[in-house]
């Protein structure tokens, strides 16, 4: 009887344990798990590039197209956007709490997140915080996601934060594969991003 009881304690103590070891995301697809984490470990130590692509944006009363250029160094990035929704030019940069949005003609505004400035300044609700992962085909690792693997196991679909993410192509570039084209679905916009030059790099832990 007390073999039982000392059996089933343990037990208890292990599915506590592996509760608690639960990750954020939930897993579908046809993908092979094994093959994602060694994917998504490769990526992550991308943390330096430089993109240069278009963006299209769709909203309930505007709609536009530009041209992207992402430079990013750590945490230090540098978004330029031209054309989308018709407001010209605009160019975000930034390191964690110390933002900055410069806008054609308008002015520059700062603020303590991207977000707040683009949805201040140019309507936008983008989750830019988020982006960071996405564009590299990651979901974010602070907060809960539902991935959808491809047959080579990296990202086909994402749910996130209200947001659905679909990964329509990807391109080998250093030996990386790298989002080419996504979509982005959520809060009243949909998003087109189409990468033309991926320059990944990895500067350091």
Known sequence: MQLRHLLAASLIILLTGCAGLTPRES?????????????????????AWQINGKVGIRAPQDSGSGTLFW?????????????????????LTGRPGAILLEVANQGRYQADSPEQLLQEQLGLNLPVSHLLWWIRGLPAPDSKSRVTLDGSSRLARLEQDGWQVDYQRYAKQNGYALPERLKLFG???????????????????
């Open 71 to 91: 430079l990013q160094r750590q945490d230090y990035y540098d978004i330029r956007l031209s054309g989308p929704l018709g407001r010209g030019a605009a160019r």
């Open 27 to 47: 897993l579908e697809g046809q993908g092979d798990a094994g093959l994602w984490q060694a994917h998504k470990q490769q990526i992550t130590k991308l943390d």
């Open 187 to 205: 809060h009243n916009l949909e998003v087109t991003l189409v990468i033309k030059d991926w320059q990944p790099r990895q500067l350091g832990l």
